[in-house]
């Protein structure tokens, strides 16, 4: 009987758990899975967004290293960590 209550008394602690584990960490595992795709995808031509705000066109990719051009004739050297995400239109039909 007193192992019975004592089971009990762990059910809702397994339970809160299980709900942190479906509500928090695993969207946020998914999240940055995706994030780490993205970037190990990114190529020239790709339009992208850096972490300060800044909207260019990859024209190089070696590496880490990223050469994105913002303007004419102005490139900026970025490590991929540093694009927040990509900004490219859709492809209409």
Do not use: C, H, W
């Not at 209550?5 to 479906?22: C, K, N, S, T």
């Amino acid at each position: 009987m007193n192992q019975n209550a004592a089971f009990m008394q762990f059910v809702p602690l397994i339970i809160i758990m299980g709900i942190f584990y479906f509500l928090l960490i695993r969207p946020q595992q998914k999240q940055a899975n995706e994030r780490k795709n993205m970037l190990a995808a990114l190529k020239p031509g790709d339009k992208v967004l850096t972490n300060g705000g800044i909207v260019g066109v990859v024209t190089a990719a070696e590496g880490e290293e990223l050469q994105v051009e913002v303007a004419k004739s102005v490139k900026l050297t970025v490590v991929r960590s540093g694009i927040a995400g990509l900004m490219n239109e859709p492809a209409k039909k």
